[in-house]
T-cell receptor
């Protein structure tokens, strides 16, 4: 299995531009998570999808952030407009709900976003 | 609610010597516990997990961890450090039947030649 795939791996953009991050979960996994990692705040859960439906988006910082999961094999995280404080590494992770109780999550390599 | 405290932000060891990374947790329910490793500019990789089976858990790359309920601890050890073990390590807790992971702040391991 190729694991969780994220693209792009690096993104540099100017303040005010729209940024779209992409994720392909592991085949057969029905849960998908977006995280943000910064030095100041560590790893934060942004949003959780189960069976393509957003279950918990309480971690999404503000309305500039949106996430979609149109099918079981693809998700996007969009920031519009981007701001310098959005600079971080964004991780996508997936898991199988039926693999309780461990419910371990498998992480992608991350997208390093720099907003200038 | 659950939380994790990693007691050391940085650990430095010599190659070939033991490694100990300390983790204490709190959880309202029977927890699942994990250790993840993150190498520079890489994603998080699962090292091992505890899910209420054996209290001594063996993981990849020679790491193991022991779940001690009385001490609410889940310390990670390796008998002999290798240069490739230099990375950041995260202790993670999840309450049973919950999807949310609570991450520790991380412990950075450096290995001296």
């Amino acid at each position: 299995d190729a694991g969780v795939i994220q693209s792009p791996r690096h993104e540099v953009t100017e303040m005010g531009q729209e940024v779209t991050l992409r994720c392909k979960p592991i085949s057969g996994h029905n849960s998908l998570f977006w995280y943000r990692q910064t030095m100041m705040r560590g790893l934060e859960l942004l949003i959780y999808f189960n069976n393509n439906v957003p279950i918990d988006d309480s971690g999404m910082p503000e309305d500039r952030f949106s996430a979609k999961m149109p099918n079981a094999s693809f998700s996007t995280l969009k920031i519009q407009p981007s701001e310098p404080r959005d600079s971080a590494v964004y991780f996508c992770a997936s898991s199988r709900t039926r693999d309780r109780p461990s419910y371990e999550q498998y992480f992608g390599p991350g997208t390093r976003l720099t907003v200038t | 609610a659950q939380s994790v405290t990693q007691l050391d932000s940085h650990v430095s060891v010599s190659e070939g010597t033991p490694v100990l990374l300390r983790c204490n947790y709190s959880s309202s329910y029977s927890p699942s516990l994990f250790w993840y490793v993150q190498h520079p500019n890489k994603g998080l990789q699962l090292l091992l997990k505890y899910t209420s089976a054996a209290t001594l858990v063996k993981g990849i790359n020679g790491f193991e961890a022991e779940f001690k309920k009385s001490e609410t601890s889940f310390h990670l050890t390796k008998p002999s450090a290798h240069m490739s073990d230099a990375a950041e390590y995260f202790c993670v807790v999840r309450a049973t039947n919950d999807y949310k992971l609570s991450f520790g702040a991380g412990t950075t391991v450096t290995v001296r030649a």
